[in-house]
C-alpha cells in the first residue's frame, strides 16, 4: 500500500509508539487520524503532523465509528491503520492479598484484545467497502507483545490479552483476504514508552541487561519503520513479526 495521500488512522497515537507512526506515515504522505482517549496529547500530534484527531475509547462502537467517519470526510477512503492503544498491568494470578481481582483481568483483556477486535472489525468494514488502491483496498497492523508467547510471573492478564491478539491475526487475513485486505500484528520487546518511563531506573536496567542486541530499549521510531514496511509491502500478511533484539523473557 502506497501511503502518499493515502488515509491513514493511528489508534493510541498521542504518544510512544502510536505518535512515532503517526509521524512516519505524515513523513511519506498519508493522512494521518490520531486517535486517542487523552484529546489534549491526539490534537497536539494531529497539529504537529497537519492531520486531525479524534478522542475515543477503542473499547467503544460509537467512538470508533465517528472517528472513522470523521477520518473519511476529511481524507476519503480508509486504507491504512496501525492500532498501537493498549494498556499493561503487573499482578500475580495469586498475591500477598489473595487472586488477582477478576475485574482486574477483564478491563486489560478489554481494552487491548476486545479494543484490537473493535478497531479491526470496524476498520476491515470500512475498507471493504471501497474501491482497491492498485491490487489491495487496505491494510491493518495491530500491536501485539513478545509477553504473547514468554509471559512472565505477574504478566498473566496482559499475556493472555496479547497473545489473543496474535491468534486473531491469521483468521482475519485468511476472512478478508477475498476483499485485498491484509492484517499483521508487531509484537514489541522492550521500548522508549510512557509505560516503560514509570518504572525505577534499576527495574530498566535489569530488563535491558536480558536484551542479546541492540542492548538497550527499542525506539519508538524503530516500531514505526517496521509498521511502514509492513504498510510497503503487499507480501506480508497473517503474520506477527517479533521486534526486539533476541530477547526472550525470562519467567521474572
Same mark, same amino acid.
Given at each position: 500500500?502506497?501511503?502518499? &495521500?493515502?488515509?491513514?488512522?493511528?489508534?493510541?497515537?498521542?504518544?510512544?509508539?502510536?505518535?512515532? *507512526?503517526?509521524?512516519?506515515?505524515?513523513?511519506?504522505?498519508?493522512?494521518?487520524?490520531? +486517535?486517542?482517549? &487523552?484529546?489534549?496529547?491526539?490534537?497536539?500530534?494531529?497539529?504537529?503532523?497537519?492531520?486531525?484527531?479524534?478522542?475515543?475509547?477503542? *473499547?467503544?462502537?460509537?467512538?470508533?465509528?465517528?472517528?472513522?467517519?470523521?477520518?473519511?470526510?476529511?481524507?476519503?477512503?480508509?486504507?491504512?491503520?496501525?492500532?498501537?492503544?493498549? +494498556?499493561?498491568?503487573?499482578?500475580?494470578?495469586?498475591?500477598?492479598?489473595?487472586?488477582?481481582?477478576?475485574?482486574?483481568?477483564?478491563?486489560?483483556?478489554?481494552?487491548?484484545?476486545?479494543?484490537? !477486535?473493535?478497531?479491526?472489525?470496524?476498520?476491515?468494514?470500512?475498507?471493504?467497502?471501497?474501491?482497491?488502491?492498485?491490487?489491495?483496498?487496505?491494510?491493518?497492523?495491530? *500491536?501485539?507483545?513478545?509477553?504473547?508467547?514468554?509471559?512472565?510471573?505477574?504478566?498473566?492478564?496482559?499475556?493472555?490479552?496479547?497473545?489473543?491478539?496474535?491468534?486473531? +491475526?491469521?483468521?482475519?487475513?485468511?476472512?478478508?483476504?477475498?476483499?485485498?485486505?491484509?492484517?499483521?500484528?508487531?509484537?514489541?520487546?522492550? !521500548?522508549?514508552?510512557?509505560?516503560?518511563?514509570?518504572?525505577?531506573?534499576?527495574?530498566?536496567?535489569?530488563?535491558?541487561?536480558?536484551?542479546?542486541?541492540?542492548?538497550?530499549?527499542?525506539?519508538?521510531?524503530?516500531?514505526?519503520?517496521?509498521?511502514?514496511?509492513?504498510?510497503? &509491502?503487499?507480501?506480508?500478511?497473517?503474520?506477527?513479526?517479533?521486534?526486539?533484539?533476541?530477547?526472550?523473557?525470562?519467567?521474572?
Amino acid at each position: 500500500m502506497e501511503p502518499r &495521500n493515502a488515509a491513514a488512522v493511528v489508534t493510541g497515537g498521542a504518544s510512544g509508539l502510536g505518535a512515532a *507512526t503517526a509521524r512516519a506515515l505524515a513523513a511519506r504522505g498519508a493522512h494521518v487520524t490520531v +486517535i486517542d482517549r &487523552n484529546p489534549e496529547g491526539a490534537q497536539r500530534i494531529a497539529a504537529e503532523v497537519g492531520g486531525i484527531a479524534a478522542a475515543c475509547d477503542v *473499547t467503544s462502537e460509537g467512538g470508533v465509528r465517528d472517528a472513522l467517519a470523521r477520518s473519511r470526510e476529511a481524507h476519503g477512503p480508509l486504507r491504512i491503520v496501525v492500532h498501537c492503544a493498549g +494498556i499493561g498491568t503487573a499482578s500475580r494470578i495469586v498475591g500477598r492479598d489473595g487472586p488477582l481481582a477478576q475485574e482486574a483481568f477483564e478491563n486489560v483483556v478489554r481494552v487491548n484484545l476486545f479494543g484490537t !477486535f473493535n478497531v479491526l472489525r470496524l476498520c476491515a468494514h470500512a475498507m471493504s467497502q471501497t474501491e482497491p488502491a492498485g491490487e489491495e483496498r487496505g491494510v491493518f497492523v495491530a *500491536t501485539a507483545s513478545v509477553a504473547a508467547f514468554e509471559g512472565q510471573i505477574g504478566q498473566a492478564a496482559y499475556a493472555a490479552s496479547k497473545g489473543g491478539i496474535v491468534s486473531l +491475526i491469521l483468521p482475519a487475513a485468511r476472512e478478508f483476504a477475498r476483499f485485498g485486505i491484509r492484517v499483521m500484528a508487531i509484537a514489541p520487546g522492550f !521500548f522508549e514508552t510512557p509505560l516503560m518511563n514509570e518504572l525505577p531506573p534499576e527495574a530498566v536496567r535489569k530488563l535491558v541487561g536480558e536484551i542479546p542486541f541492540p542492548a538497550r530499549l527499542g525506539k519508538p521510531e524503530e516500531f514505526a519503520q517496521l509498521a511502514l514496511a509492513i504498510v510497503e &509491502n503487499p507480501s506480508l500478511n497473517g503474520e506477527t513479526i517479533r521486534l526486539d533484539g533476541a530477547l526472550r523473557l525470562p519467567p521474572k
